[in-house]
């Protein structure tokens, strides 16, 4: 009983010593997610707040509005002709997102289930324009997208074609895409050719429905991509016939400096679509990860 006594306090102690080390580490962990979820959070509620400043107010250091100027909203809505940039940011973005998957699914499949000669050096070739940068690519494409809109019969400068068209093939989307097809077990394919089903009945009954995650990932990606553009359309529009709404942010931007809280109210604005699709997608998005798992 006595060597009993005397070995309980001693582990004790020892696991004293460890709660204390496991307690330090999670403070640490908590105060490094704390400062994460700062950084993005603040110059979010900066924006808001901003929103609802006077001139004067949005130019200085204070933080939060003397009070709410619901009047910012209304005031940047009408004189940055938000909704007629508003329609066409939807209508681009639809284009671009339909055009996009359809796109990215079938070369993927492609890629993934079909053998074809030099599928692997056509892959591998595509792959590495991944490395090349966004910016060096936009003088090529916009004298791709001119010389286009000169021999063809639709206008593609000023128009949805030169904002759209270019953004339907993409290469992380045929990657991300590929890996999925490539991990469905060649069983349900021999199964579904047993049935009579070829390869597009294939991909629509079965590859589809398993490849959920990724295809939710690339409509996310693909809309924050096309609500956001700016640099492409300005530089393939001349006129606010085919604008998008970032543009129109650039409304107050004038020679005597920036209206800034008209500028933030209308960014409020802007992003309130991503928002929405954030919460509509946020719930099925979890859900697929959970669904994609495959077994052989």
Not at 15 to 40: E, P
Not at 170 to 199: M, R, T, W
Request: overall charge positive.
């Amino acid at each position: 009983m006595a060597e009993r006594s005397l070995f309980v306090p001693h582990r004790s102690v020892k696991q004293g010593r460890y709660n204390w080390h496991g307690s330090l580490s999670r403070l640490l962990t908590y105060l490094i997610l704390l400062t994460g979820v700062l950084i993005a959070v603040i110059p979010f509620i900066w924006m808001i707040s901003t929103s609802f400043k006077s001139i004067g107010e949005a130019q200085g250091v204070q933080f939060f509005p003397s009070r709410i100027r619901l009047e910012n909203y209304i005031s940047a809505w009408e004189e940055a002709d938000f909704a007629e940039y508003f329609v066409n940011s939807v209508v681009i973005t639809l284009i671009t997102l339909a055009g996009r998957l359809v796109c990215s699914i079938l070369a993927a499949y492609g890629f993934a289930r079909i053998k074809f000669p030099g599928r692997d050096l056509i892959f591998s070739l595509l792959l590495a324009t991944m490395m090349i940068p966004a910016m060096v690519m936009i003088i090529p494409n916009f004298l791709t997208v001119t010389w286009l809109g000169r021999i063809g019969p639709i206008k593609w400068i000023n128009n949805w074609p030169a904002q759209t068209i270019p953004f339907w093939g993409s290469v992380f989307d045929i990657f991300l895409l590929k890996q999925f097809f490539a991990q469905i077990p060649d069983e349900l394919f021999d199964a579904a050719q047993i049935d009579g089903a070829g390869h597009f009945l294939f991909l629509r009954k079965v590859a589809l429905p398993l490849s959920t995650a990724p295809i939710m990932v690339i409509v996310v990606l693909a809309f924050i991509g096309s609500w956001n553009a700016l640099a492409w359309p300005m530089l393939v529009t001349n006129s606010p016939e085919w604008r998008p709404i970032s543009v129109g942010l650039m409304q107050f931007v004038e020679e005597a400096g920036q209206r800034t809280n008209l500028m933030m109210a209308g960014a409020v604005i802007t992003i309130i679509p991503i928002i929405i699709l954030y919460f509509i997608t946020q719930k099925q998005f979890t859900a697929s990860i959970a669904r994609s798992g495959l077994k052989g």
